[in-house]
């Protein structure tokens, strides 16, 4: 079980998710949001953590040439789409990527992830009409695909509360959250971020050993 925080907007806010055991930081370049940082708060953050921690880039709908911008300050080694991007856009920055899908009632997950074959993973997130992510919103987890052969990262509305019930109903490969970590819009709780941590991982190995019969 893979965790990716998300919604970092310093270097104190990093580091104690990375000493919770964070596999990957999420950052928002996406202005409306109260999580959005700069390339330069960016940069600062990711001097200050290991070269270990999958630091994540999050862009909604973005021109281009504003990915590209924070890709010549920041090291990301993943970027995140988190609008209506299409494949060609995706991939047109040669970096490793995932895309997110909201989970409109109308939706099929496995057509629509069928035409992002380089997707490095699929994120899975609550619809909200006029909010491209960041609601806090949970959706039907039974809609998770099951055996889709794809990376599944789970998101929307995620809690130290519910992810243990979330990894059991949906087995994603990695969970992702923001707000539900906070201690307020874009500030981490660090007891939070440890709970969902423990909880998503304690969650997994408990399903581990249930298919292997310890
Ligand atoms: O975090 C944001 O502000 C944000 C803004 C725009 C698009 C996505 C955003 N965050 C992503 O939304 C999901 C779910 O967040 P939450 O846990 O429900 O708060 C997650 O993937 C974030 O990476």
Redesign the pocket.
Known sequence: MRVKI??ITSVDDALLAVDAGADAL?L?F?PP???NVTPEQAAEIARAVSPFVVLTG?F?NAHPEQVEAVLQQVPLNLLQF?GDENAPYCRQFRRPYIK?LRMRPELDPVEVMAGFPDARGI?L?AYRKGV??????TFDWQRVPRDSGRQIIL????TPENVASAVAAAHPQAV?????VEASPGRKDAAKVTAFIRAARAACAGQTELTQGV
């Not at 491209?132 to 919103?137: R, S, V």
């Not at 998101?155 to 995620?158: K, N, V």
């Open positions: 998300c919604g999420g928002v996406y949001s109260p999580r999050l909604v988190h997110a994120l997130d491209p992510g960041g609601t806090g919103d998101a929307g509305g995620l992702d959250v923001s707000g539900g």
